[in-house]
């Protein structure tokens, strides 16, 4: 009677924890493929319209705007800021506008992978929209882009 107790009480135990477990497992592991910008960068989606952040050649960070649709659109009042690099001495950049993109002042730090924060105000006026994420310039051995618009859900 004991034993049998017991193995009841470890199943219903078990059953309980068991949405936990998978909830805990869930966003950790995606298997869902991201979409990239038209530039092949890396989506910032808190905000309407959506905006590419993408590294160009000689380091500078390019923001493209785009629709629900995923096409460029000129930008219009916004005003993008970020800072990147070593915390102790970041760097930071300022945006101007060139064609239909905003381009960086100046050139991202040296190294390949690093802390980077991106502030988005839509209007002068609004509150700013920020993210944040590791901006690691490693090639993805998956979808062979940067791993910081990386599209393989990893």
């Known amino acids: ?15 309980l924890c068991q949405p936990l477990f998978v909830a805990q497992a869930g966003p950790a592991h995606s298997h869902t493929r991201k979409t990239s910008g038209p530039n092949g960068g ?21 923001i493209t705007f785009v629709d629900a649709s995923g096409t460029a659109i000129a930008p219009a009042t916004q005003i993008v800021t970020a800072i990147a690099g070593d915390r102790a001495a970041p760097t930071k950049l300022s945006f101007e506008k060139t064609g239909n993109v ?12 690093f ?3 991106v502030q988005i105000k ?11 994420f590791n901006l690691n310039m490693a090639i993805c ?14």
Do not use: W
């Not at 890396?42 to 380091?59: W, Y």
């Not at 839509?122 to 944040?132: D, G, I, N, Q």
């Open 42 to 62: 890396r989506l910032l989606t808190k905000i309407e319209p959506r905006a590419e952040f993408f590294v160009t050649a000689e380091r500078k960070v390019q």
């Open 141 to 154: 051995s998956d979808c062979s882009k940067p791993e910081y618009a990386c599209i393989c859900g990893h």
């Open 122 to 132: 839509l209007t002068p006026e609004s509150k700013a929209v920020v993210e944040r």
């Open 115 to 117: 802390p980077t924060v």
């Open 1 to 15: 009677m004991k034993l049998k107790s017991i193995a009841l009480l470890l199943i219903g135990t078990f059953t």
């Open 102 to 113: 905003l381009v960086s002042d100046v050139a991202l730090p040296a190294g390949n992978d």
